[in-house]
C-alpha cells in the first residue's frame, strides 16, 4: 500500500491533491466559492394601494444621492408596505436584498445578531464574535455590491449605524414610529407618511369588497373610510370583513365600527386608538375556534408560526389548525410568507401581537395561558432534540426526563441540511423562548432546550445568543441540583465564550466545570475542562500555565481509556513546542495524527498532520513538510472547514518560502487570505501583509 492514501471516512471534494513524492512548486488554486444572493425582501402586499406622491419624494431623495431613507409614522399607516414596494421598483440590486424586523416578540434585537444573519445569507458561516470585526466583514461584504437593506421597527439611532452597507451603489430604507432625525447626520432623508387621501382610502376598500359594491353605497364608503381615518391597516382590516361577509352591506360595517369607536371613546386627535377599535371588531367576527388560535399565537415568543405548531400549542388536528391560520390570513391579522413543507408559514402583524395577547389575558384563565406556552416548549424540545441527534450524537446523552410521555413528533427535516436550518429559524427567537421556561421555574425543561440547540451554537456560532442561553441554562440545571446538566451547561457554555475570544469568562466557567466533574469523580469531564482551561491559557499567551493542565488531562484520559482526548490534548501540547522544539513537537503531532486515525477521526488527524508538516519544515525537512501539509489539506477541504484551510495554506506558504519558492508562497498566502476574510478579518490582514512583500 502507497504511503500516501489517505484513509478514514474522508469525502474530498475541490481541492484535492494526493502526491507521493513532489519535484518542483505546487501551486495549491482554492477556486473561490460563488456567495449565494440573498434576496429577503418580503413580498409587496396584494393590496398595496396608491402612495404615489410619497413614492415620488423617494425617488427624488435617491436620485439626488441619498442612500439612506427613513420612513416614519403611527402604527397601521403602511409604512413597511411602502418601503418594500420603493425598494422592490429600484430595481433587482445584484448584490441582494436583506430584511430585518427589529419589532419582534424578543423586544431589542442586537446588531451583532443580526449582522451575523446577514453575513450567513451571503454564505460567510461562521462570522467573528467581535462587533468591531463584524461591522469591519459587513463593509468589506457590501463595499463592491450593490445591496437593498429594509430595517423594519427600529427605534433607536443606534440600531440602524452599524447595519448601514458601505457600497456607493447600496440603498437603505428604516421604518421607524419616531422620526430617527439623528440618523440626518448620517445622511438620512426622514419622510412623514400620512393616511390615505380620500379617493385613496375607497379604492383600497374597492380591492377587498369589490367596486360595484364601494360605487354603490358612496356615503357610507365615505363614513367607514373616515371611521378608519383612512388608515391602511384599519382599512384592509374592514374590508377584509366585506369580502369574508359578502352581503354584509358596507353601512352595517362602517355603523359597528363607529358604534365601537364611540365605546371606546376614541377621538380623530387619537388615530392610533383606531387600530385597537379595529382589530376588536374584527376579532369579534370570528368564530370561537378561531378566536382561541387568535389568543393563543398572542402568547408565543417566536416571529413565525406553521400548521404544525399551531396544532402543538392549540391541540388541534393539523387540518385544524392550517384551516383556522387561513382564516386569520383572510382577514388580515396574518401575514403569509413563503411555503415550506406540508403548509405555509405565517407571522402576526405587528398590530396584532399585543391585541392578541390582551385578548388571552381577558378571555383566557392564567393555568391556560400557561399551558400554550409550555406545549410551545414541548414541541421545539421535542423536534430540536431529533435535530440534534442527527447533527451531533456524541452531544446529546443526557436523558430527556421532563416529559413523561414525549410527544410524537414528526420532524419537518430528514437530513442534515433541513435540521441545521430548522434549528436556525429559532435563532432569533430561543432566547425569548428559554427566558418564558425560566421564568414558570420549568428547569428541567430550559437546560435541555438550550442542550438540544447545541448543533446550532458549534456550527453556526451565534456568540450572544450562545453565552445568554446557557447562563440560563446554567442556573436551571443547579436549580434542578441536576449534576450532569451543570457539567454540561458549564463545558458547553465556555467552549462559546472561548470561541468568542472571552477568555477569561472561559476560564471562570472552566474552572467551575473542572470542579464540578472532581466532586462527581467523572475522570473524562475532568479531562475536558482541563483541555480547556490549557487551550485557554495558551490562548491568551501564557504556555507556562498551560502546560501541567494539558499533561494532567492527558494523564487521566490515558487512565480511563479515552484515546481521542489524549491525541487533542497531544496537539495542543505540540502546539506550544513550536516555538522553540520543533523537533519535539513533531513528535508529539505524529503521536496524536496516529491516534486519531485509529479511532476514526479523519477530520482532527488531518489538523494534526497539517501541524505534523509544519514542525517538520521547521525541521529543515521542507519537501516531506509540503507534502504532508497539502495531503491534510486535502482532507480539510472535503470537510469544508474554513478556518483549518485558511490555516493550512498560510503554513504551506512559510514552507514555500523557506524554500525559496517566492511564487507559490504568495499564491498560497492570497488564497489563506480570501478563506480569512470571511471568519477572521484580522488574520487576513496580517496575511495580507506577508503577501504584499513577495
Given at each position: 500500500?502507497?504511503?500516501n492514501?489517505?484513509?478514514?471516512?474522508?469525502?474530498l471534494?475541490g481541492l484535492?491533491v494526493q502526491a507521493?513524492?513532489?519535484?518542483?512548486g505546487i501551486?495549491?488554486?482554492?477556486?473561490?466559492?460563488p456567495?449565494?444572493?440573498?434576496?429577503q425582501?418580503?413580498?409587496?402586499?396584494?393590496?398595496f394601494t396608491?402612495?404615489?406622491?410619497?413614492r415620488s419624494?423617494?425617488?427624488?431623495?435617491?436620485?439626488?444621492?441619498?442612500r439612506l431613507?427613513?420612513?416614519?409614522?403611527?402604527?397601521?399607516?403602511?409604512?413597511?408596505?411602502?418601503?418594500i414596494?420603493?425598494l422592490?421598483?429600484?430595481g433587482?440590486y445584484?448584490?441582494g436584498q436583506l430584511h430585518?424586523?427589529?419589532?419582534g416578540p424578543e423586544?431589542l434585537?442586537p446588531?451583532e445578531a443580526?449582522?451575523?444573519?446577514?453575513?450567513?445569507?451571503?454564505?460567510i458561516?461562521?462570522?467573528?464574535?467581535?462587533?468591531?470585526?463584524?461591522?469591519?466583514?459587513?463593509?468589506?461584504?457590501?463595499?463592491?455590491?450593490a445591496v437593498a437593506v429594509?430595517?423594519?421597527g427600529?427605534?433607536?439611532p443606534?440600531?440602524?449605524?452599524?447595519l448601514?452597507?458601505?457600497?456607493a451603489?447600496?440603498?437603505?430604507?428604516?421604518?421607524?414610529r419616531?422620526?430617527?432625525r439623528?440618523l440626518a447626520?448620517d445622511?438620512a432623508?426622514?419622510?412623514?407618511?400620512?393616511?390615505?387621501?380620500?379617493?385613496a382610502?375607497?379604492?383600497l376598500?374597492?380591492k377587498?369588497a369589490?367596486?360595484?359594491?364601494i360605487?354603490?353605497?358612496?356615503g357610507?364608503a365615505?363614513?367607514?373610510?373616515?371611521?378608519c381615518?383612512?388608515?391602511?391597516?384599519?382599512?384592509v382590516l374592514a374590508?377584509a370583513?366585506?369580502t369574508?361577509h359578502?352581503?354584509?352591506?358596507?353601512?352595517?360595517?362602517?355603523?359597528?365600527?363607529?358604534?365601537?369607536s364611540?365605546?371606546a371613546?376614541?377621538?380623530?386627535?387619537?388615530p392610533a386608538?383606531?387600530?385597537?377599535?379595529?382589530?376588536d371588531?374584527?376579532?369579534?367576527?370570528l368564530?370561537e375556534?378561531?378566536?382561541?388560535i387568535?389568543r393563543?399565537?398572542?402568547?408565543l415568543?417566536v416571529?413565525?408560526v406553521d400548521?404544525?405548531?399551531?396544532?402543538?400549542?392549540?391541540e388541534?388536528?393539523w387540518?385544524?389548525?392550517?384551516w383556522?391560520l387561513?382564516?386569520l390570513a383572510?382577514?388580515?391579522?396574518?401575514?403569509?410568507?413563503e411555503?415550506?413543507?406540508?403548509?405555509?408559514?405565517?407571522?402576526?402583524?405587528?398590530?396584532?401581537?399585543?391585541h392578541?395577547?390582551?385578548?388571552a389575558?381577558?378571555h383566557?384563565?392564567?393555568?391556560d395561558r400557561?399551558l400554550?406556552?409550555r406545549r410551545l416548549?414541548?414541541?421545539?424540545?421535542a423536534i430540536?432534540?431529533?435535530?440534534?441527534?442527527r447533527l451531533?450524537?456524541?452531544?446529546a446523552?443526557?436523558?430527556?426526563?421532563?416529559?413523561a410521555?414525549?410527544p410524537?413528533v414528526?420532524p419537518?427535516f430528514?437530513d442534515h441540511?433541513g435540521a441545521?436550518a430548522w434549528?436556525?429559524s429559532y435563532e432569533?427567537s430561543?432566547?425569548e423562548v428559554?427566558?418564558?421556561?425560566e421564568?414558570?421555574?420549568?428547569d428541567e425543561?430550559?437546560?435541555?432546550l438550550v442542550?438540544?440547540?447545541?448543533?446550532?451554537f458549534?456550527?453556526r456560532?451565534p456568540?450572544e445568543l450562545w453565552?445568554a442561553?446557557?447562563?440560563i441554562?446554567?442556573?436551571a440545571a443547579?436549580r434542578a441540583?441536576?449534576d450532569a446538566?451543570?457539567?454540561?451547561m458549564?463545558s458547553s457554555?465556555a467552549i462559546g465564550?472561548?470561541a468568542a475570544?472571552?477568555?477569561d469568562?472561559?476560564?471562570?466557567?472552566?474552572?467551575q466545570?473542572?470542579e464540578a466533574?472532581?466532586?462527581?469523580?467523572?475522570?473524562r469531564?475532568?479531562?475536558q475542562?482541563l483541555?480547556?482551561l490549557?487551550?485557554?491559557?495558551?490562548d491568551?499567551?501564557?504556555?507556562h500555565?498551560?502546560l501541567?493542565l494539558?499533561?494532567?488531562?492527558?494523564t487521566?484520559?490515558?487512565?480511563c481509556?479515552?484515546?481521542r482526548g489524549?491525541?487533542?490534548?497531544t496537539i495542543?501540547l505540540?502546539?506550544i513546542?513550536?516555538?522553540?522544539?520543533?523537533?519535539r513537537a513533531?513528535?508529539?503531532?505524529?503521536?496524536?495524527?496516529?491516534?486519531?486515525?485509529?479511532v476514526d477521526d479523519?477530520?482532527?488527524?488531518?489538523?494534526?498532520?497539517v501541524?505534523?508538516g509544519h514542525a517538520?519544515a521547521?525541521?529543515g525537512?521542507v519537501?516531506d513538510?509540503?507534502?504532508?501539509m497539502t495531503?491534510?489539506l486535502a482532507?480539510?477541504?472535503g470537510?469544508g472547514?474554513?478556518?483549518?484551510?485558511?490555516?493550512?495554506l498560510?503554513?504551506l506558504?512559510?514552507?514555500?518560502?523557506?524554500?525559496g519558492?517566492?511564487?507559490?508562497?504568495?499564491d498560497?498566502?492570497?488564497?489563506a487570505e480570501?478563506l480569512?476574510?470571511?471568519i477572521r478579518?484580522?488574520d487576513?490582514?496580517?496575511v495580507?501583509?506577508l503577501?504584499a512583500?513577495?
Open positions: 500500500m502507497s504511503g492514501q489517505i484513509g478514514g471516512s474522508s469525502r471534494t484535492t507521493g513524492t513532489v519535484f518542483g501551486h495549491h488554486h482554492v477556486p473561490p466559492t456567495l449565494p444572493v440573498p434576496r425582501l418580503p413580498v409587496t402586499p396584494g393590496h396608491d402612495r404615489e406622491r410619497d419624494v423617494l425617488d427624488c431623495a435617491r436620485a439626488a444621492g441619498t431613507l427613513v420612513i416614519s409614522g403611527i402604527g397601521g399607516v403602511g409604512k413597511s408596505a411602502l418601503a414596494r420603493w422592490s421598483s429600484q433587482l445584484d448584490g430585518v424586523d427589529l419589532s423586544g434585537v446588531s443580526v449582522l451575523r444573519r446577514w453575513l450567513r445569507a451571503f454564505g458561516d461562521r462570522p467573528p464574535a467581535k462587533i468591531g470585526e463584524l461591522t469591519g466583514l459587513w463593509r468589506s461584504v457590501t463595499a463592491t455590491r429594509l430595517i423594519d427600529a427605534t433607536a443606534e440600531q440602524v449605524r452599524p448601514l452597507p458601505s457600497g451603489d447600496s440603498t437603505t430604507v428604516v421604518t421607524s419616531t422620526a430617527l439623528e447626520v445622511g432623508v426622514i419622510h412623514q407618511l400620512g393616511p390615505l387621501a380620500q379617493q382610502a375607497l379604492q376598500l374597492s377587498f369589490g367596486q360595484e359594491r360605487a354603490a353605497a358612496p357610507d365615505d363614513r367607514l373610510a373616515d371611521a381615518y383612512r388608515l391602511p391597516l384599519p382599512l374590508g370583513r366585506l369574508s359578502p352581503h354584509r352591506s358596507v353601512a352595517t360595517v362602517a355603523d359597528a365600527l363607529t358604534r365601537r364611540t365605546a371613546h376614541t377621538h380623530f386627535e387619537d386608538r383606531m387600530i385597537n377599535t379595529a382589530l371588531e374584527t376579532y369579534q367576527e368564530e375556534e378561531t378566536r382561541q387568535y393563543r399565537l398572542g402568547l415568543p416571529h413565525e400548521p404544525d405548531m399551531t396544532a402543538a400549542v392549540c388541534l388536528s387540518e385544524r389548525a392550517e383556522g387561513e382564516v383572510e382577514e388580515q391579522l396574518l401575514e403569509p410568507l411555503e415550506q413543507g406540508a403548509g405555509a408559514r405565517y407571522r402576526l402583524i405587528p398590530a396584532a401581537r399585543d392578541a395577547r390582551s385578548m389575558v381577558q383566557d384563565s392564567e393555568h400557561v400554550v406556552l416548549c414541548e414541541w421545539i424540545l430540536s432534540t431529533q435535530a440534534q441527534f451531533t450524537p456524541a452531544q446523552t443526557l436523558r430527556r426526563s421532563t416529559m410521555t414525549p410524537a414528526e419537518p430528514d441540511s441545521l434549528l436556525e432569533g430561543l432566547l428559554l427566558r418564558a421556561a421564568a414558570a421555574r420549568w425543561l430550559t437546560w435541555q442542550d438540544s440547540f447545541w448543533p446550532l458549534l456550527r456560532h456568540y453565552s442561553a446557557h447562563e441554562g446554567l442556573a443547579r441540583h441536576n446538566a451543570v457539567r454540561q458549564l457554555g465564550l472561548s475570544g472571552r477568555l469568562e472561559a476560564i471562570g466557567w472552566y474552572a466545570a473542572l466533574a472532581q466532586d462527581h469523580g467523572d475522570p469531564d475532568e479531562g475542562a483541555l480547556g490549557g487551550s485557554c491559557h495558551l491568551a499567551g501564557r504556555p500555565e498551560a501541567p494539558l499533561a494532567w488531562a492527558i487521566l484520559w490515558e487512565k481509556g479515552y484515546p489524549v491525541a487533542l490534548a495542543v505540540g502546539e513546542a513550536l516555538t522553540d522544539e520543533p523537533g513533531l513528535k508529539l503531532f505524529a503521536r496524536a495524527h496516529t491516534i486519531l486515525l485509529e479523519p477530520y482532527d488527524a488531518a489538523r494534526a498532520l501541524l505534523q517538520r521547521l525541521t525537512d519537501e513538510g509540503i507534502r504532508e495531503t491534510g482532507t480539510l477541504s470537510a472547514s474554513t478556518r483549518w484551510r485558511a490555516r493550512a498560510e503554513l506558504g512559510h514552507a514555500h518560502l523557506d524554500k519558492d517566492a511564487t507559490t508562497a504568495r498560497c498566502y492570497q488564497h480570501q480569512y476574510e470571511v478579518p484580522a487576513a490582514a496580517r495580507r501583509s503577501a512583500v513577495l
